[in-house]
């Protein structure tokens, strides 16, 4: 791992100041997890830096920018129905540049595609090339080739890369890149590379300055951020680096994802109960599924026992804390059995959310060539069952919260009847009147009534 400065690309600037006019515009849009809306907002900092504008429509756009996931087929199929439907654009401006970055651009067979079929693409990049962009865009407009390399592994952190947020009171922070766990579905290890984490200091130097621009909420991103500070000069786990953040004075609550079980701790759970103020009584502990003989085939490295345990530990600390969890419907030779004890599980943990995903198969992972003999429709009947048994759980927990006056982040205006809409810390979303002048301030609501897992409620 190698840790290097950010360095702004004058002869890319100058290239593209000479090829426009006027300032161009860049639209980017990203797919998937958080961790790549944060790389989103990188891609838009470097961008600015060298002279775009952003912009929000595809229409209004000299650059194109997708930023992708590769996790499931699903996603990877809606990047390729959006960059479809850009060909038509393409014809209209022939200036247009198209590009393609993130998770699915790191794979080899995606670049291969994009080449055989999809002429109009013309740059594309991994998942740790955002600082080299203004160097592509200046290749592609000198030599009005496409600039199409094969992805390569990159193991260096780029500190000091330009931003520009897309919230002026959330904010995302990761604090490490890449995974090592190889859990056999998963394709993350292979796009993303080695896990590296990033210094405390370059942690704590931006976390300062996010809490002195004031925003109020700052989510620290990972892909098993329990397992931080591996191979750092002086060690320091995860619960030692939120505890050091924690000491930073202001008014700011710090939220996480992603906890692996395996990893996460009870001295994590300790520093969380400790700084109530400051840490939000949420867990995003992803289960994935209830049957100890389906996690050993997912590489899980727990048991349900092991997990359970880490619930009720964290329960008798924080009594109020909620979790939320991933569940994989379908993973291949995932009985009724199987199934039926995750039921149990998360009837037993009660879980206030479930983000719950029908297995996809990732070409290039261990469990894409298991034995799979369930066909798709048994999985979603699964899934169907599993969603009611969900509706069920949040109903109840929800409906328990009625009555209590919580402290909530006032975040936009929800769906209905222009009604505000706000997070509470244990990660519950509320809507209630209110002035669009709160939006990023914390007030007070009386929670009056619940519909699934959605509150409602009055300002006090
Ligand atoms: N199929 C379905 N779901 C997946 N996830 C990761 N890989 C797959 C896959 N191949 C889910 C896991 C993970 C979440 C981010 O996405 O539940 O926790
Ligand atoms: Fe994928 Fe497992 Fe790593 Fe999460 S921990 S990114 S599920 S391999």
């Not at 006027?22 to 961008?47: D, H, W």
């Amino acid at each position: 791992m190698n840790t290097i400065e950010y360095k702004r690309s004058s002869t890319a600037a100058e290239v593209i100041a000479a090829a426009y006019e006027t300032p161009p515009m860049a639209y980017v849009r990203s797919f998937g997890c958080q961790q790549n809306a944060n790389e989103g907002e990188r891609i838009k900092g470097v961008l600015t830096d060298v002279g775009y504008g952003v912009c929000n429509s595809p229409e209004e756009a000299d650059l194109i920018l997708f930023n992708t996931c590769a996790v499931r087929e699903h996603a990877e199929q809606r990047v390729f129905g959006n960059i479809g439907a850009l060909k038509k654009l393409k014809e209209q401006n022939k200036g247009l540049i198209i590009g393609l970055c993130g998770c699915m651009a790191q794979q080899p067979h995606i670049v291969e595609k994009l080449r055989q079929s999809y002429s109009f693409v013309d740059i594309v990049f991994g998942v740790n090339g955002i600082d080299t962009l203004p160097e592509l865009i200046a290749r592609k407009l000198q030599s009005r080739r496409r600039v199409l390399d094969t992805p390569v592994e990159r193991l260096d952190i780029v500190e000091e890369m330009p931003i520009r947020r897309d919230s002026s009171f959330r904010a995302w922070l990761p604090i490490m890149y890449g995974c090592d766990n190889f859990c056999t579905y998963c394709i993350v290890p292979y796009v993303r590379g080695r896990e590296r984490s990033r210094t405390p200091e370059a942690i704590l130097a931006e976390f300062r300055q996010l809490v002195q621009e004031g925003y109020k909420e700052i989510t620290l991103l990972g892909q098993n951020v329990n397992s931080y500070g591996k191979g750092l000069p002086v060690p320091m786990d995860f619960a030692d680096l939120l505890q050091m953040l924690c000491q930073v004075p202001g008014d700011y609550h710090i939220r996480f994802m992603t906890s692996h079980p395996k990893d996460a701790s009870h001295k994590l759970i300790d520093v969380m109960a400790a700084n109530p103020d400051h840490i939000c009584n949420h867990l995003h502990l992803p289960v994935q599924c209830g049957s100890d003989r389906v996690l050993k085939e997912m590489n899980r490295h727990y048991t349900v026992e092991h997990y359970l345990e880490l619930i009720d530990y964290a329960r008798a600390k924080m009594p109020d804390i909620t979790f939320s969890s991933d569940i994989i419907v379908g993973f291949p030779g995932e009985t009724e059995e199987d199934f039926e004890m995750t039921l149990d599980l998360i009837r037993k943990v009660k879980y206030m959310q479930l983000f719950t995903f029908i297995y996809s198969k990732r070409t290039g992972t261990k469990a894409a060539v298991m034995p799979d003999p369930y066909t798709h429709k048994d999985k979603t009947e699964r899934m169907a069952r599993l969603l009611a048994a969900q509706d069920e759980i949040a109903s109840e927990q929800v409906a328990a919260l009625v009555g209590q006056t919580r402290t909530v982040l006032v975040e936009g205006f929800g769906r209905g009847d222009g009604l505000l809409n706000g997070r509470l810390r244990n990660n519950l979303v509320v809507e209630f009147a209110g002035d669009a002048a709160l939006i990023g301030t914390e007030v007070q609501v009386e929670l009056t009534g619940s519909r699934m897992a959605m509150l409602s409620g009055h300002m006090v």
